[in-house]
């Protein structure tokens, strides 16, 4: 097997029903991509369209059994099996663009023939929400295109603009030695993976077109409000642990540390705004604990996020300040279709 350039991991638990929409958009990229299709313990057919597919195409296709452990652990698991210079995840139910995939992977070997590595390449990413348009997110304000650049180059991050796991490709070894840690039996953990490594990434590159196309509309998907209801405690462990993960006052670059906090802020912002919609008693004082948790236990994080304009709206518990916050939960879910 020739060396690879790129690994892509595809986590997968009872699949079988959209996988193959993956697998059809990456495998046309060649043989310098390697895809890594990790099966989480499913128990449908799932193994049986991986097997076809690993024996179709032996020279980039590898099946990947594991016990279940959940979607961040399937993530490791694929970045401890993956041999590609970078790495990437594709969820099972989402696609990529194929003519995209092949313009990224071209400059990246180019780039790697002339002795230019990145830790970190960045791309746009579409929701495709069942019933509407699809929606573009886009770093072309945030992100100097068609340059390698560091984090002190880079713009002020609009609300909604935030780097997510569909719009990053890293360096494989930054992720094998950076100590990234995913929790198993965990959702949300894409929050974790698309910020703990951040401050170790020097090098950067922006793609200023769509790679990844991130599909809204299963009823048992993580992001479906109903679900995001039952597992609000999962995501107020996501982003305490998020919160613990760094200390901004260490991080180099101030315009990074900057996004950082934005990112947690969103986080708060999440979980506020999921208790306020849910709207018992129990769940507005869930979020009014919440809040005196992070500014007690995460003091330092607080710190940061607190000089954000949004923070005394997401913090505060009285009527006024909730009905803010579902008007503008609502507001926000019409523009970027997060859920």
């Known amino acids: 097997m020739s060396e690879k350039l790129l690994s892509i991991a595809i986590p997968c ?12 958009s990456v495998v046309p990229a060649g ?10 313990g499913s128990t449908d057919g799932t193994a049986a369209i991986a097997k076809e597919y690993e024996e ?16 961040g652990d399937a993530v490791m698991f694929g970045v401890a099996h993956a041999t590609g210079l970078y790495y990437r995840v594709l969820d099972s139910d989402d696609w990529i663009n194929t003519e995209n995939l092949i313009r990224m992977m071209e400059h990246l070997s180019a780039e790697k023939k002339a002795g230019v590595v990145y830790d970190m390449a960045l791309t746009n990413y579409v929701y495709e929400k069942v019933g509407e348009k699809p929606k573009e997110i886009g770093y072309g304000s945030a992100l100097p295109s068609g340059v390698t650049f560091s984090w002190d180059e880079i713009k002020k ?7 997510l796991m569909h719009s990053i490709t890293y360096r494989l070894e930054l992720i094998k030695t950076c100590g990234l840690r995913l929790p198993k039996h965990t959702f949300y953990v ?69 996004y950082m906090a934005q990112y947690m802020l969103m986080m708060c912002a999440i979980v506020s705004a999921l208790y306020v919609r849910e709207g018992s008693k129990s769940s507005l004082q869930a979020k009014k604990i919440f809040w005196e948790k992070t500014k007690t236990r995460y003091h330092s994080a607080y ?37």
């Open 13 to 24: 638990y009872n699949s079988q029903d959209y996988v193959r929409r993956a697998l059809d």
């Open 31 to 40: 043989e310098a991509l390697e895809v890594l299709i990790v099966d989480d």
């Open 56 to 71: 179709k195409y032996p020279s980039v296709v590898r099946y990947l059994y594991k016990e279940n452990g959940g979607h």
């Open 157 to 163: 991050f609009n609300y909604g603009q935030n780097i």
């Open 190 to 258: 894409d929050n974790l993976y698309a910020y703990y490594p951040l401050p170790f990434a020097k090098k950067l590159y922006y793609f200023d077109f769509d790679l990844y196309h991130y599909f809204i509309g299963r009823q048992d998907q993580s992001v479906n409000e109903s679900v995001m209801f039952r597992r609000i405690n999962q995501q107020e462990q996501i982003a305490f642990t998020m919160f613990g993960m760094h200390d901004l006052s260490n991080v180099e670059s101030p315009k990074l540390r900057r």
């Open 303 to 339: 710190s940061y996020i607190k000089k954000f304009f949004p923070t005394p709206f997401l913090s505060h518990t009285n009527w006024f300040t909730n009905i803010i916050i579902r008007i503008g939960y609502s507001i926000a879910r019409r523009i970027y279709h997060f859920n």
